[in-house]
Each structure stands twice: as C-alpha cells, then as structure tokens.
C-alpha cells in the first residue's frame, strides 16, 4: 500500500523538441534528468513525443526512426532511478499491426522510475495510450497511431475499463496525453474516467501548436477542469518548430500547473526553453497558485510568434542571409523589419525593381526603409529586361515543324504585368540570393493569398510567406507595432499611408490614389469568413445577410457595403469574382505557393485542406440570386 503524501516536488521541463531527432532530444532529457536528481527533484515531466517530435509527416512509416526512438526511450527508463520521470514517445507492438497494415504504434505517455516502465493499473502494456487523437486542422494523429478507444473495441472492451491511473511511487498518477484534456467534444472524458478511478494528480503532456488566442481558451478550460474535479492538473507543452511541408507551425510552450481551485503556476515565457519547480500539494483544499487572469493575445505575442517561427526555419534550411524585394509597400516593409530583427541588418539586403510604373514615391519609401534599417540596399530597373522579354514574344509566330500548323503570339497589357512580376522574382530576387549567398523572401498576405491576388512565378516565389497567416488589415497593424517597440521608427510613415498598390499599370498609379481592387477592410473579414470561421460561411449565407441587411454587423466590418457596392448586382459581381479566385486558380497557386508561417486558425496548406475541384455555388446561393437581381 503506497502511504499518501502531502506534496510532491515536481519539475516541468518545458524543453525545445527538434522534429525527427530523436537521439539529440533524449541526450538533453538525459542532461534534464541528472540536473533534476542533483535538484531532489521528484517527479519530472516532459512534453508529448518529447524524443521524436510529433510533426513528422509519414516519418512514422519508417522502421529504422521506430527503433531509434524506441532505443532512446530505454535510455530515459535506465536513467529514472530515483525519481520519477513521464515522458511521451512512440510505442509499438511488433506483433500487432496498425489498419494501414503497418506495425502497431501509440501515442504514448511513459512513466518510468527504479529503471522500469510503470503501465495504467490493469493494463497489459507499459505505457499510457492516448484516447482521443485529433483529426482536424493540423492535425493527423489517427493516420499513424492505433488510439485507445480502436484498443478498448478490438478487445470488446468499454474504453473506460482502460482508462486508469499509474499506480507509481508517488501515488495514483492520472497521465493523459494533450488531446485527452480538450475532451468537450468528445462522448468519453478521460479526465473525468481518471477522477472517478482514484487520480491523485493529473499529467498532460501536449505537442500543442501556438495558434493566436489558443492560450486563453485552454487556461479557460484546464483550470475548469481542475476546479471541477478537485485534482491539480499539470500541464507540460513543447517549444520549437515543426511543419507538414506547407505549412509551419510554432509551439510556444506555455507549461503550467492548475490548482484545484482553477488557479495557476505559469512556467517561463512563451517561445522560450524553460524549466518550473513546484511543490504540488495533493490536498484539494491548499491553493497554490495564482488567480487566472483570461487575456486574449497582443500584437506583441503574435509578433514574437513570427519572429520565432522564421528564426527557426531558418536555422533549419541552414539560412543566413535574405533577400527581400522592396516595393515601397506594406508588406514588404514588415517582412525587411522582422527579417533584419531575427538575421540583423548585415544579413539582409533590400532591393527595389522599379518598372516605368513604379512612381517615385514607393521608390523613395523603398531606399527610406533600407536606411532605418541600416541594411544593404540596390536599385535594379526591370525597363530594358521587361521589354526585350516583349520583343521576343510579342508577335512571334510559332510553327509546327511540319508547316502545317501556324500561331502568331501576342502579349496583352495584363500578360505584360505579369512579365513584370516575374521579371522580378524568377530574375533579379533569384540571382540576387544566389550571389548573396541567401535566399529571397515571399511577402504575400493572406487576404492576397485567398484569392491568389499574386503571380504564380513571380511575387508567388521565395522561400518562405511568413505573412501569409495575416489578413491585411493585420499587417498594418503589425507595422505599427514594429515601429512602436523600436528606439526609431524603422517602417516608413509614407509606406503606411500610401494606398495599397501593384503598380504594373497606370491603372494602379499610387500618386492618383489608384491601388488594389480589394477593399480591405470588408475583404479581410469576408475571405475569413470563408476560410476561418469554425463553421465556414459560403456565398450563400453571405448573400443572405447581405438580403437580410445584417452583413456588416455578421462579418464585423466598420464600413458600409453599400457604399463601395451600390447594387445588388455589384455585391454579386465581387462576391462571385472572389469565390471564384478563391476555389480556382487562388487555390492552384495556393498549392505551388512557398511553405507558410502558421499563427492563426486556418493557416492555408495542411491546415485548411482543398482539393481543386473548381468553383461553385448551391441551389439556394443561385435562388436567392435571381431573386434579388429580378427585384433590383
């Protein structure tokens, strides 16, 4: 009989985890634990798939990785002498197989001291099984794990009956893994089964990606918990980066422990490798933490967001130096700015592509922004590379070698934008990171993004979008505050002000006040209606507010509709041109666009999922269309 305690001493570890680097990460674990020992330290606690990451793509097929991790999780379990150590990893069972027909693999929490595994009361496995595996956003946990409810009805089980402490030296320990915790919309509660099965304290450990405001909602939630059930809670979450190809997502960290009073004890700052030593009271009635104050995240978190994530790709890709097209605008402005914050000013290099479009004013904010951020700056004119391209396709007649068929080619004025376009990034920003050793940047937004309002092989290019997880209005905003926390303003004044533009037609002369045909303000928050909103807006409930005269106040916008679209038939005709762009060739160029930076909800790539099937509407969108056209 294992006698109560009153408290235990516990450590968070809230380490970085490098993807796929599953030696590397139990060394430092390694190092953790001795420190931990030195420290008297109890019970220590590492985050979800602490030795191999957990973004990893089909990493998860490969035999070779399986026993690596496997090999290194002995390692940790040889090393938990006299304490206890939880920790996640890969576990498998070579005599089972998965339904892809693979070797069997959980997603784990591993509970080790005296150098053994210590398993669930009851269970025949080792290690905790996690119950409930994401299979939405980013998330793809049930295409590579086998999850404890597929367990519990391959036995003829009743989930519950598997869902049960670890019975460890320092008492019933209640482990779960991330998921398990946000059970809201689940028909099984893992933590309420652990409660009602004698859990003295609760483990979460996580891989949890930072998306904006996450925080608030799971401090809002776990401190409920915890107040509900009259257990503390420990909550243990990774920092670093991990992607799924096109999209890259940041972990913030963010560790704490709730009382049982839904108070909490925060662990170090987000973004950053901390560790958090605490006496864990096991009597529900003692308080020791601090009352939650529920905060939505600043511009400064989203920032530091930004910061972290490019910092790390970068040092993933083995960058050093960038290249970044400066066009006088806002969002190459911001993109300069957060790349001269994480490289400094010797490692980046501005350069401005004036056309016979580009007006003085953008070339001036270009070469002004360069000198507040003290970085190398040239000025390459496209004029006489734009129209050589011209002469040798404008009026070329093509033939077949036989003679039989015959073509003549000519370049439209639209065609000839996007000549210029390319000229810029497939030419000069391409041989300019080769001759700088670097790489050139994507500085497309995500309201842009949304209807591929860029050139697919020009502006489209670059190595990473790091703004492309930022409606417009947003970028601005981040502008801003670059200037705000800087001793200087570094963004030009000019550049904020200034009227959004292209500038590949006199149709889009910024010193005429001619600029981009998207009204941002109302376009931000109608794109993300279409591809943020949890239950995602169609034109058809955008043109139901818009009969109902609700519109502005269901999409949150300050402006009147009316005035920038007079007509019923002229909200149709931009509601349709963007829906259209959106579903069609925005979402090819979406799919050959550069890996994203992931801040929000539906960051476009693995997290907001599409297949090309071109546009469309519903029966009803086309009814309630002929009805307003024909009362018009």
Known sequence: MIPPRESIRTRLEQIEVLPGRPCENSALMLERIAQARSDGIELLIFPEMAI?????????????FLRECRDCGEAIRAAATDLTVVFGNVALDESLRNEDGRVRKYNAAFVAEARAFVGPAGSN???????????????????????????????????????TPVPSRLGQLGCLICEDAWDSDYALSPLGVLAENGADLFINISASPYTQNKNHKRNRLFAAHAERLKRPLVYVNKVGIQN????????????????????????????????????????????????????????????????????????????????VGA?????????????????????????????????????????ELAGNLRCLYADIPIGESVALTTAQVDGLVVRSTDGRLERALSLTPFMLENVQARDR???????????????????????????????????????????????????????????????????????????PSAELSADQAVDEQKGDPLVYPYHDRLFASWVEWWDRAT??????????????????????????????????????????????????????????????????????????????????????????????
Not at 58 to 63: A, L, T
Not at 285 to 311: K, N, S, Y
Not at 580 to 588: H, K, R
Request: net charge negative.
């Open 244 to 323: 799924n190809g096109k999209t890259v997502f940041t972990f913030e960290g963010q560790s704490c422990v709730y009382d049982a009073h839904g108070h909490h004890t925060p662990c170090g700052r987000p973004f950053e490798a901390a560790a958090l030593t605490v006496d864990i009271p096991l009597d529900p009635a003692v308080a020791f933490g601090d009352p939650i104050e529920l905060q939505h995240d600043t511009i400064d978190e989203l920032r530091r967001a930004l910061e972290f994530g490019l910092r790390r790709f970068m040092e993933d890709l083995g960058v050093k130096r960038v290249v």
């Open 425 to 499: 990034s497939s030419r000069i920003l391409a041989a300019l990171a080769s001759a700088f050793g670097g790489v050139f940047t994507c500085n497309a937004n995500k309201s842009e993004a949304t209807v591929g309002y860029t050139t697919l092989y020009g502006d489209l290019g670059g190595f990473m979008a790091c703004l492309a997880d930022l409606w417009k209005g947003e970028v601005y905003a981040m502008a801003a505050h670059l200037n705000a926390i800087s001793s200087t303003p570094v963004i030009p004044q000019g550049s904020i002000d200034i009227v």
């Open 539 to 632: 034109p058809e409930e955008n043109l139901q507010w818009y009969a109902d005269g609700v519109l502005e106040e269901k999409l949150g916008v300050a402006i009147r509709v009316a005035d920038h679209f007079p007509t019923a038939a002229a909200f149709i005709t931009d509601l349709e041109r963007w829906w259209n762009l959106y579903q069609g060739m925005g979402l090819a160029k979406r799919i050959q666009a550069p890996p994203i930076l992931g801040v929000k909800r539906r960051v476009f790539g693995f997290d907001h999922r599409e297949a090309q099937m071109g546009p469309r509407y519903t029966r009803r969108y086309e009814a309630l269309k002929r009805q307003l056209l024909e009362h018009a």
């Open 52 to 64: 191999p990451g957990y973004l990893l793509g089909d990493e998860w097929e490969r035999h070779s």
């Open 125 to 163: 496995y080792p290690f905790v099984i996690k119950a409930l595996l994401p299979n939405y956003r980013e998330f793809d946990d049930s295409r590579h794990f086998f999850d404890l409810r597929k367990l519990a009805l391959e036995r003829g089980l009743p989930p519950r009956s598997l869902i």
């Open 327 to 367: 066009s006088g605008g806002i969002d190459s402005a911001v993109v300069a700015a957060l790349c001269s914050r994480v490289l400094g000013p010797e490692q980046l290099l501005l350069v401005n592509m004036p056309s016979r479009y580009n007006s003085d004013t953008t070339r001036g904010l270009a070469r």
